[in-house]
């Protein structure tokens, strides 16, 4: 069994920033790409960022693309979601995701493995 575990969730001002952390199991980094996903109350999950295996390379959700920033550091086994100017429509359930593939991620709901999630509130 894969560790994610993610962290680093709370409650925030609308404006204010946070950054999640996805801890991983070792080589896992190498090999599978990494999702951020997030489901809202009474809302369908959507995916919100990933970062690929071959190449590092990243993509984000059109509502969050210019305020999100995803990122992995290899030293630690962990994938970072930096998000500043939080509005209350990022409020969500964020979960870490991986899927082993040989291609470039996408942004999108259906990874297969997931953590169990972090709790991100967005309120005044």
């Known amino acids: 069994q894969l560790r994610l575990v993610e962290s680093g969730g709370g409650l925030v001002q609308p404006g204010e920033s946070l950054r999640l952390s996805c801890q991983v199991s070792?080589?896992?980094?190498?090999?599978?790409?990494v999702a951020w996903i997030r489901q809202a109350p009474g809302k369908e999950r959507e995916g919100v960022s990933c970062?690929?295996?071959?190449?590092?390379?990243?993509d984000y959700a059109a509502s969050v693309k210019g305020r999100f920033t995803i990122s992995r550091e290899f030293a630690k086994d962990t994938v970072y979601l930096q998000m500043n100017n939080l509005k209350s429509e990022d409020t969500a359930t964020y979960y870490c995701?991986?899927?082993?593939?040989?291609?470039?991620?996408?942004?999108?709901?259906?990874?297969?493995?997931r953590g169990q999630g972090t709790q991100v509130t967005v309120s005044s």
């Open positions: 995701a991986i899927e082993n593939t040989d291609l470039f991620c996408s942004v999108r709901a259906n990874y297969p493995d």
């Open positions: 070792k080589f896992v980094l190498d090999y599978y790409n």
């Open positions: 970062i690929s295996a071959n190449d590092g390379s990243t």
